[in-house]
């Protein structure tokens, strides 16, 4: 919680079992340290649940990022499979959306969708496809990262109502080779990325560097490449990709985020094992 400090809340999503199958949830809990290093976790509430439910293993999402203390944005995957992905292109499911809730899960009422008697009022944008990288830039505005098929990930600033697409029109193709719906990268009505990447590098966690430790990153994103193994730097000028850099880490990195004095930390991911580590890049010299 951004009350962190004073009230040892924290908030975070996963996948939970649920008579129809699964979804993502999102929770709120107090974290009680235990001076050692260690801690549990006291009057846990889940605050929000994905809907519809469905049988399935795969594209969950999610990241969370507060901007401000009651506004919180969820990202959720549209659980992949062909019989329920074009679900993302529908209003009425939370399959393939950004969410936008307060801390007790509640749609704000500044959201696009509120009035629309068919529409989930929790959703800000949608048409996506699996979102797992999420961040604030030095505005406040949310960009995001999502996994694109075989090719297309995506670099999206999502805004209020706008649909980005997914499926009917991607910079990807099937892991089969084959075309996905029409084949097409543009439609009237839908938004074309900021910039995508193909081949894909697999993006998860992300985060905005601001700080004096490393200023050549000063106004950049840094997102964690799970096929790439290691971190995709992205600088940003005037709202587009300036240019990109790659720092090697030869391991799967599943989360990024910037200390207080500026530090980069990773934490890593080994899809074997489920071993990781906890790694401080730093910039080419």
């Known amino acids: 919680a951004p009350d962190f400090e004073s009230s040892n809340r924290i908030f975070f999503s996963f996948a939970e079992p649920r008579e129809e199958g699964n979804a993502t949830s999102v929770a709120s809990a107090t974290l009680v340290l235990d001076g050692n290093g260690g801690g549990v976790l006291e009057d846990v509430e889940v605050i929000f649940r994905q809907q519809p439910s469905y049988d399935g293993t795969m594209h969950f999402g999610s990241r969370l990022v507060f901007a401000g203390d009651d506004v919180l944005y969820v990202t959720v995957g549209e659980r992949s499979d062909a019989q329920v992905r074009d679900q993302a292109q529908d209003l009425g499911s939370g399959l393939g959306k950004i969410f936008r809730i307060d801390r007790s899960g509640a749609p704000l009422p500044d959201n696009p969708f509120v009035d629309h008697d068919t529409a989930l009022p929790e959703i800000w944008s949608y048409g996506h496809r699996n979102l797992q990288s999420a961040a604030l830039d030095g505005e406040g505005r949310l960009w995001t990262v999502e996994h694109g098929p075989r090719g297309g990930d995506e670099l999206n600033r999502p805004e209020a109502g706008l649909n980005y697409g997914w499926p009917k029109v ?116």
């Open 170 to 285: 991607t910079y990807g193709v099937e892991y089969s080779g084959e075309k996905v719906g029409e084949g097409i990268t543009s439609l009237e009505g839908t938004e074309q990325p900021v910039y995508y990447w193909d081949p894909s590098f697999a993006p998860s966690g992300m985060a905005y560097y601001q700080g004096e430790e490393f200023p050549q990153w000063n106004g950049a994103f840094l997102i964690g490449g799970l096929v790439s193994t290691g971190l995709v730097v992205v600088h940003i000028e005037g709202d587009r990709v300036a240019h990109e850099e790659r720092v090697p880490l030869e391991q799967r990195v599943r989360d990024v985020a910037v200390g207080p004095d500026g530090a980069v930390l990773v934490v890593t991911g080994d899809r074997g094992s489920g071993k990781g580590q906890v790694l401080a890049p730093r910039p080419a010299p």
